[in-house]
């Protein structure tokens, strides 16, 4: 089975802090994404990345970046923590070309 | 409980009964389909998928339609049971590979 691991459960972080959500999995897939979830709005796509080194802006990048060294692990940043980016955020990856996406368990996040 | 369900619609069904989850799509152009379950404190969990070359596809105990000439997609689950009881959300693909995601619709199995 795929295994995607987010490292964090629940984070706590106050505004204007630097923020660090870290997500691996272990299939060797080519393509992962970062979502955001909340309430009445479904899942959107923040960030993805095709391969290593190789990143593409989804629908919400702003006030977010993200880091993909080593293929196994995608990681998103916020570079200056804000209030609305209180949320639920998910990580998922995918075989090249193949479908579907498989999701870790999410990190709630908290922005005081 | 878990924000992600507040203001979704519901569906209450008994336990042993069939139950129909319906979604509408947008995109005429969309070529992929994915159901995906969210039980409260997890991720979303891949449950089936279907292309749109297909009109109905079937797992272990659901059931995908796919009705292209009014966009609307369906999920049946036959037998409900409690462990069905989580968030339920339809995705489609579009050109861009990317994938679009619904709200959701929260299914509560009663005994």
């Known amino acids: 089975d795929v295994k995607v691991t987010q490292s964090s459960r629940y984070l706590v972080k106050r505004t204007g802090e630097k923020v660090f959500l870290e997500c691996v999995q272990d299939m060797d897939h080519e393509n992962m994404f970062w979502y955001r979830q909340d309430p009445g709005l479904g899942l959107r796509l923040i960030y993805f990345s095709y391969d290593v080194k190789m990143k593409e802006k989804g629908d919400i990048p702003e006030g977010y970046s993200v880091s993909r060294e080593k293929k196994e692990r995608f990681s998103l940043i916020l570079e200056s923590a804000s209030t609305n980016q209180t949320s639920m955020y998910l990580c998922?990856?995918?075989?090249?070309?193949?479908?579907?996406?498989?999701f870790g368990d999410g990190t709630r996040l908290s922005i005081l | 409980g878990e924000s992600v369900g507040l203001h979704l619609p519901t569906l209450s069904v008994q336990e042993g009964d069939n139950s129909i989850i319906n979604c509408a799509y947008s995109?005429?152009?969309?070529?992929?389909f994915i159901w995906y379950k969210q039980e409260s404190g997890k991720g979303p969990q891949f449950i089936i998928d279907?292309?749109?070359?297909?009109d109905k596809r079937q797992g272990q105990r659901v059931t995908v339609l796919l009705n292209k000439t009014v966009k609307h997609l369906s999920l049946q689950i036959a037998a409900t049971q409690p462990g069905d009881s989580a968030v339920y959300f339809c995705a489609e693909r579009r050109r861009t590979d990317k994938l679009i995601f619904g709200t959701g619709t929260r299914l509560q199995v009663f005994p």
């Open positions: 998922a990856s995918r075989a090249l070309g193949g479908q579907p996406q498989h």
């Open positions: 995109n005429s152009a969309s070529d992929y």
């Open positions: 279907i292309r749109s070359n297909m």
